[in-house]
């Protein structure tokens, strides 16, 4: 297994519903290629680190090396690993402010304006200290907005389910009020299905 730590820097017009399209990417595709990780991002600059098996990891580096929403990518660290340090995260994010700069421990006048590809490519110990800091769990608001839609997406589906169910209850109920009629032999018993399956689409 393996752990690669890389900046880069934005493209000019990463919108924040593209950069939530980003993020929902990752948390779609590495669950099944066993892959974690963190992204950080802030003064237009990712600092991305990803684990998995090298094959993998290798794989999904050269791809996103040619994304277009990004330049420059400059790998940080790269090195061979016995466990994971992000487990638990498909992909962690968190944008950095000045603010949540300036409160990690360990580092001393470093704020916004070194969160750059520049800084951090030459700065190892730094990064090292800045993923510390955010390996435990946080809660970014875009984060919350992503949990929002998949808690979202995750009703209107089994809204959809129940609504195919309803239909499928509906679709036999008169499957079989049409075989008893043509024999002639609707009863209470079938008027009574009709009235249930009526309030249940109701
Ligand atoms: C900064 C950055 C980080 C990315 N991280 C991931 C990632 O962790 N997993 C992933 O599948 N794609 C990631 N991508 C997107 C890949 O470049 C690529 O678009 C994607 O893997 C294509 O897969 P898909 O078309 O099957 O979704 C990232 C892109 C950028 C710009």
Redesign the pocket.
């Known amino acids: 297994m393996i752990r690669v730590t890389y900046v ?1 820097r934005e493209v000019a017009g990463l919108t924040s519903d593209r950069l939530l399209a ?1 993020i929902s ?2 948390h ?3 669950p099944s ?1 066993g ?1 974690t ?1 963190m ?1 950080l991002h802030g003064n237009g600059t ?1 600092l ?1 680190v ?1 684990e998995g098996e090298e094959s993998v990891v290798d794989a ?1 580096m050269s ?2 090396a ?2 277009p ?2 330049t420059g990518m400059t790998i940080v660290r790269r090195e061979t690993v016995t466990g994971r340090q992000f487990d638990g995260w498909s ?1 962690g994010f968190e944008r950095v402010t000045d603010e949540s700069l300036k409160s990690v421990p360990g580092l001393h006048n470093f704020g916004l304006r070194n969160f750059t590809p520049e800084y951090l490519s030459g700065h190892d110990d730094v990064v090292e200290t800045l993923l510390e800091r955010h390996r435990a769990p946080h809660w970014d608001p875009l984060i919350r907005e992503l949990d929002a839609r998949d808690k979202l997406i995750g009703e209107l589906r089994r809204e959809l389910l129940q609504m195919r169910n309803d239909k499928a209850m509906a679709a036999l109920v008169l499957e079989t009020m049409i075989d008893v009629a043509s024999e002639g032999h609707i009863n209470d018993a079938h008027l009574d299905i009709c009235r249930t399956a009526l309030h249940g689409l109701r």
Do not use: E, T, V
Request: charged content about 20%; some cysteine; overall charge positive.
């Open positions: 880069s980003l990417q990752c779609r595709n590495n290629k892959l990780g992204l990712f991305q990803l999904l791809a996103i040619q994304d929403r990004h992909m």
